[in-house]
Structures are given as C-alpha cells and as structure tokens.
C-alpha cells in the first residue's frame, strides 16, 4: 500500500489549534520518510492538552504557524491520496479547521482510519486506542502523543493489517474527504 499516516496535537480544545503535526510516508508497505514540526496555534495552550502531550506555548513560541506549515506538505494531500490516521475524525478535523482558520482550503483526499481498521481487524482487544492497538501488534509506540511516534504507530498498524489481510478488506474501510 502507498499512503501518508498524520497526527495532529492541539494546544486546546478547538481544532484549529495545532500544536504539532507529523506526516510519515508509506511506499509499497514501507515507511520511506518522515516530517515533523511543532506549530505555533497564536493562541493560548490548556493545561489539560500540555499535560497530554507535554508541549507549551514557549516550545512553539518561534515556531511556524499552519499557514507557513502548509506550503512544505500540501502536495501530499492532492484527490486520491490515501491518509491514515488514529482517530482520523479528530486529525481530519484539525486539518480542515486549522487551513480555514488561514482562508486555505481543504484539500480533497482519502481517508482510512486505523480505529476502524482496528476494530474490524483486532475484536478481541479491550479497547482500540492507539496504545492498546500498538502493544497487541508488537509495534513501538515510543511516546504516546507525541504526533511523531503517534503517526508512525498508525501507519505500522496500517501496513501490519495490510500484510495479513490484504488490500481489499481494508480498502472497504476508505472513505473520500
């Protein structure tokens, strides 16, 4: 399978506050390259967020702002491109608000989330976090929430259940953005 695998972190509770993001490129079910930077959101971070992931309003103070992110990874997202993400509403959702927030428009791609792959692939699991998901395949989920190490288990998650079963159960999954 060919995709890209995001994650997103928030600095509050709105969408449009990206405080991080990472993008790991998948190529005929291996991981080719990686991008990852810090976003500063120009507004203010939540405790409960900081908490979660660790990142404060003085990491991301000289940092880019979505708007100046965009340019580098906006060819990723050209119509029928697939995207992979944990959770992908929430990801999605960041990426739609956070480009509106700046007048940009949302891109048009797939998307296949590795919850839904997860459950439909992985039913015995207690739950289907991206933790828990992870620790069953026996892929390196390094630190939790950080959108790098989060991107990377998602896409590992992605190619292991490609591996075992094929293209077209998970292709199923998809659905266009």
């Known amino acids: 399978m060919n995709f890209i695998a995001m994650d997103f972190e928030t600095a509050n509770f709105s969408p449009e506050s990206a405080c991080s993001l990472a993008i790991v490129m998948v190529r005929n079910n291996k991981i080719i390259d990686k991008f990852y930077t810090v976003i500063n959101p120009q507004m203010p971070f939540n405790s409960r967020n900081i908490r979660i992931h660790g990142i404060t309003a003085n990491d991301v103070k000289n940092a880019p702002t979505m708007a100046e ?8 997202f050209r119509p029928g491109m697939l995207v992979a993400a944990h959770n992908a ?3 999605t959702n960041v990426l739609k608000k ?3 927030r700046y007048g940009i428009s949302e891109p048009h791609y797939l998307v296949l989330d590795s919850l839904a792959t997860s459950k439909r692939f992985e039913p015995e ?37 490609n591996q075992q079963f094929g293209d077209t159960p998970i292709k199923k999954l998809v659905k266009q953005i």
């Open 69 to 76: 992110v965009w340019p580098k990874i906006a060819g990723l």
């Open 89 to 91: 509403r929430f990801d």
């Open 98 to 100: 956070s480009l509106a």
């Open 125 to 161: 699991l207690p739950n289907h976090k991206l933790n828990t998901v992870s620790e069953a395949l026996n892929i390196n989920l390094w630190h939790h929430h950080n959108a790098l190490s989060d991107s990377e288990a998602c896409a590992e998650i992605i190619i292991k259940q």
